[in-house]
């Protein structure tokens, strides 16, 4: 049976009943996040200030949905159609509150803090690390997805068919848990860890194995009619399985002993991981038993990513023989992806996937602990550091609080630009364009905050 090893200095945990997990040499204790089936192990290095963060954009997610709310009630000059959809979403988001306030109360959220909160602390994250990015994900790994889900699952099954039947099977940046749930079930592994950075899914997958089924509202980006662009809909697993685990944890620091896994499976992920590709194939090596599998499969690159990152099968390839690998298979296939039958967004994805087995000629490294928060901003205690992109901050920033305190109700966007002119903060060329540019980005933001798209 694998144990959960601290993700600092990979001390073997010890459960306690109502403190968590502790590490009794960092004298640590990590926190349990609890579902009413279950409790899901939340690894970080630092887990309280990474615990903190996530409960920040859980927060910053459901005043969103307060001001989504507050956009579908702007009704008054708009036609009977669009009067009945947004009535109809107004509905829908006013159920999804309680829908997500069930799914989050095993971070012990509480109440949402003020937009401007969240603005200055800069605590919303990046789309694809955003409390609710993989809404889409959930419906099709436990709603409409059946035949999708059927068919990745028959591809990498017939990718996997050359192998030896796995015993310990770690699928990482599992998402919401269907995949973890399919293979468990196809392969028989003795235990399946199914890891994923994301509390909620984390959370979700762990309920829907366990057998509990659930109601929640789905979105669509291209609803195909108005009672589509919101669908309550069912979420539920084939059936309960036993023996797969959850764990919330970063990929880059897994709380697992060296050489653990027979198989570990990295499905949709080294595209959007943060971190090298060498560096993250490290990681997987280490958690690879001798012998043992890596599966990759997805995408190889995402739109977020600047063209210098975006490899090809053959880089792949060559980067994975590098790391200690040896490449037994690499193939593509075309199937569907995120097909709701609520959306006219119909997706169909030439996938990659490649089978690698580890080689033992050396021995699995330890990584150097990943921060998720640099040491001087966790501790308080260092100095902060002062870096050239930091200095341009602070001198726009000043720039752009000094334009603020010019808005009094009786200047004119003209007078302001003369302020700046007379201050020799801008060019008189350059001082009107910018007032204007600036103060049409403040007035987007406001009215964006505000839900309004009026003049």
């Keep these: 049976m694998i144990s959960l090893c601290c993700p600092r200095c990979d001390t073997v945990l010890n459960e306690q009943a109502q403190a968590g997990m502790l590490c009794t040499a960092c004298k640590i204790s990590f926190p349990m996040l609890s579902s009413p089936t279950g409790r899901v192990p939340f690894l970080w290095s630092e887990p309280q200030a990474c615990l903190l963060d996530w409960q920040n954009r859980f927060n910053a997610a459901l005043a969103d949905l307060e001001t989504q709310i507050s956009t579908t009630q702007l009704i008054d000059s708009v036609g009977p159609a669009t009067r009945h959809r947004l009535s109809h979403l107004n509905n829908a988001l ?231 690998f040896t490449v037994q298979s690499s193939t593509d296939e075309l199937l569907p992806y995120l097909q709701s039958p609520a959306s006219r967004h119909r997706r169909v994805e030439l996938t990659h996937t490649q089978l690698a087995q580890r080689d033992n000629a050396q021995a699995p490294q330890r990584q150097p602990r990943h921060q998720h928060l640099p040491e001087w901003l966790v501790s308080g205690r260092a100095p902060i550091p002062l870096s050239p992109g930091l200095q341009t901050q602070i001198t726009t920033t000043k720039i752009h609080a000094f334009i603020m305190s010019l808005i009094d109700g009786k200047r004119s966007v003209l007078d302001m630009a003369k302020v700046l002119e007379e201050q020799r903060l801008m060019p008189a060329d350059q001082a009107t364009m910018a007032v204007r540019q600036f103060l049409t980005t403040m007035l987007e933001e406001a009215r964006r905050f505000e839900g309004q798209d009026h003049h």
């Design 94 to 324: 006013t159920r999804h509150q309680r829908e997500l306030a069930d799914l989050f109360s095993g971070l012990q959220v509480g109440d949402a803090l003020a937009r401007e909160t969240h603005l200055a602390l800069r605590t919303q994250l990046p789309s694809h690390h955003g409390a609710l990015s993989y809404a889409q994900n959930i419906h099709r790994d436990w709603s409409w997805g059946e035949d999708e889900n059927q068919q990745v699952l028959e591809h990498l099954t017939g990718v996997l068919a050359q192998t030896k039947k796995p015993v310990r099977l770690l699928v990482l940046g599992c998402g919401a848990g269907r995949l973890a749930n399919d293979l468990h079930r196809a392969l028989s592994p003795t235990e399946t860890w199914a890891v994923d950075s994301n509390p909620l899914l984390c959370l979700l997958g762990q309920r829907m194995s366990a057998g509990e089924t659930l109601s929640l509202t789905e979105f669509p980006l291209a609803p195909v009619n108005a009672e589509a662009c919101a669908v309550t809909r069912t979420l539920a697993a084939p059936e309960t399985v036993e023996g797969l685990t959850f764990v919330c944890a970063d990929a880059m620091r897994l709380p697992f002993a060296p050489g653990q896994f027979d198989l570990v499976v990295t499905p949709w992920l080294i595209d959007v991981i943060d971190a090298r590709l060498a560096d993250f194939m490290r990681v997987i090596y280490r958690a690879t038993a001798p012998d043992g599998y890596w599966l990759n499969h997805g995408s190889l690159a995402f739109a977020g990513n600047q063209a210098a990152n975006r490899m090809t099968c053959e880089e792949l390839q060559e980067q994975t023989n590098d790391a200690g």
